[in-house]
């Protein structure tokens, strides 16, 4: 008899029941990102595990397997759907896929079933590149290394680059009108050239100054700098 009733009790275990044209309920991310990958476009809600679940309701914009995350756009959709998803402003999340414990796919992206998109066919839509800006960059990035290689002393101490340093910063008065020139200056070896007429050698102190007898006036500024 309790045999006949365990069997009785079996029997009724509920089973689930599948309805075609039911919303899709919430189910379990499987281990990889294939069912997030064809709902690209589509509307989802996505509800993340503890401690501090959360759902988020809105459309899937992107997912990226090499970062292991979501992009979902939460804002309503606009009225014009031809509008290009990238295009339009909205309020994305990032979302780790390892703490999503559910989704549920709301509604089908406009214009297609769903089995178009995936990881693997999403394309991101390229802008057009500025060819001459980047070309622009690069000669001033290659400008500048440049310059910062012309003035960095082979073999000198610290000491004798931070004077050098000091005069290129460095500005002076030039009469008879109100403007300031930077101070010349340049290596030769291990000798500072300032102003193409006063040679600094080291260990670069005042006395260590020369110049011509027509540039004493510049030489004296120089020494002052030194001193």
């Known amino acids: 008899m309790a045999d006949s ?8 275990v509920a089973t689930p029941k599948m309805a075609g044209t039911s919303t899709p309920a919430a189910q379990p991310l499987p281990d990889n990102n294939e069912a997030l990958g064809k709902a ?7 509800t993340t595990a503890a401690p501090a679940p959360k759902t988020y ?21 606009l009225a014009n759907p031809s509008t290009d ?28 079933s769903g089995s178009e998109s995936s990881v693997e066919n999403a394309k991101p839509s390229v802008g057009l590149v500025d060819t001459k800006r980047l070309r622009r960059r690069l000669d001033e990035r ?12 082979k073999g000198v101490t610290k000491e004798a680059q931070a ?9 002076v008065f030039s009469p008879p009108r109100l403007t300031y020139l930077n101070m010349p200056v340049r290596w ?3 000798e ?22 027509d540039k004493q006036e510049v030489l004296s500024r120089v020494r002052k700098v030194l001193e």
């Open 5 to 12: 009733k365990r069997s009785s009790m079996a029997g009724k």
């Open 40 to 46: 690209i476009g589509a509307r989802i809600k996505v």
């Open 57 to 77: 309701d809105g459309t899937l914009f992107t997912v990226s397997p090499i970062l292991n995350v979501i992009a979902i756009n939460t804002r309503a959709a």
């Open 85 to 112: 998803v990238a295009s339009q402003p909205g309020d994305y999340h990032i979302i780790p896929i390892s703490q999503i414990q559910s989704f549920q796919v709301v509604s089908l992206a406009s214009g297609g």
């Open 142 to 153: 290659v400008a500048a290394v440049q310059e910062q290689e012309k003035n960095q002393g």
């Open 163 to 171: 004077i050098f340093d000091s005069f290129r910063r460095m500005h």
């Open 188 to 190: 030769h070896n291990q």
């Open 192 to 213: 500072m050239i300032v102003h193409e007429a006063i040679i600094i050698a080291p260990p670069y102190r005042s006395e260590d100054c020369k110049g011509a007898k």
